[in-house]
């Protein structure tokens, strides 16, 4: 990629601080604060990474980061992010891979940009031509002040969760979505051919994700008869029991999973199948 002469510049200035204070022995932190976050997210993971700016009292958007330009969304290098699967981008299908991250900030509109050119320093060598994917989103005005730029998973779901931008009184929410149901149902199939059957695990993602309770209830029953003092097992069997409409069944199993829990002293299953217990009973 040809490098720019400003760029050129700024590295060679970055470069020769560097050196003069590392032979005079010299440490400073760093002014924008450097952060790396690794989300799993589906089957595989995100990492982020950025440089955090801070505010310094000085007004940021329509400011020092100006309406209408590039921004690499942080300080120093340009922020990356990186996708093990492929997910959706407010519904937009983005390929596995690592992308710089950047933005065009607005008042009421931010332009949220995946380019190529994840190794860059600032926006300054950003090509438009080299975008994989932008999208439009609304920053919202947040109550409290943010006063270091800060980027964040929340809301995580197994194949939802947002990525959100915040600094200053502004913010911006970035769903993220991924399709795992196809994959998971094939390793669950491959995996009961197997000599040990994840009985207990395939019960569990099917009661979660609406699929055959016939089948979740079958392989709970398997996963009970091979550990049949599990107070976990019946929590599970009970929540079957009761999705099913099998209310008896399903105090039945309760009242067996607080017993078995309460002598292997865990309260955490005491409590999970006593609330099961007073659901089944409304």
Do not use: C, H
């Not at 009184?169 to 399709?179: A, K, M, W, Y």
């Amino acid at each position: 990629m040809k490098t720019t002469l400003k760029t050129v510049l700024l590295l060679a200035l970055a470069v020769s601080l560097s050196t003069e204070l590392q032979a005079q022995g010299v440490k400073l932190p760093q002014a924008s604060s450097a952060q790396t976050i690794t989300q799993s997210f589906g089957l595989g993971k995100v990492t982020l990474s950025y440089s955090r700016p801070n505010t310094k009292g000085r007004k940021v958007f329509g400011a020092m980061e100006p309406f209408g330009q590039v921004w690499r969304t942080g300080a120093n290098g340009a922020t990356s992010i990186t996708f093990t699967d492929a997910v959706k981008v407010n519904g937009q299908e983005l390929a596995a891979g690592t992308y710089g991250v950047f933005t065009i900030p607005g008042k009421d509109e931010w332009t949220v940009i995946f380019n190529k050119d994840a190794k860059q320093w600032g926006a300054y060598e950003y090509k438009e031509a080299e975008d994989v994917l932008r999208i439009k989103v609304k920053p919202v005005k947040l109550k409290d002040k943010v006063e270091t730029f800060t980027m964040q998973f929340a809301n995580v779901f197994p194949t939802t969760a947002q990525l959100q931008l915040a600094w200053e009184n502004t913010g911006v929410n970035i769903d993220l979505s991924t399709e795992i149901d196809a994959q998971v149902m094939a390793s669950i199939e491959e995996a009961m051919k197997g000599e040990k059957k994840p009985y207990f695990s395939a019960a569990q993602y099917y009661f979660e994700n609406g699929k055959d309770l016939n089948k979740a209830l079958e392989w709970i029953n398997a996963a009970e008869a091979a550990d049949g003092k599990a107070p976990w097992v019946k929590l599970w069997k009970g929540r079957i029991q009761l999705k099913k409409g099998d209310k008896a069944g399903a105090i039945a199993t309760a009242e067996a999973g607080i017993k078995l829990a309460a002598e292997a002293k865990i309260d955490e299953y005491v409590r999970l199948n006593s609330a099961l217990l007073a659901e089944a009973k409304k």
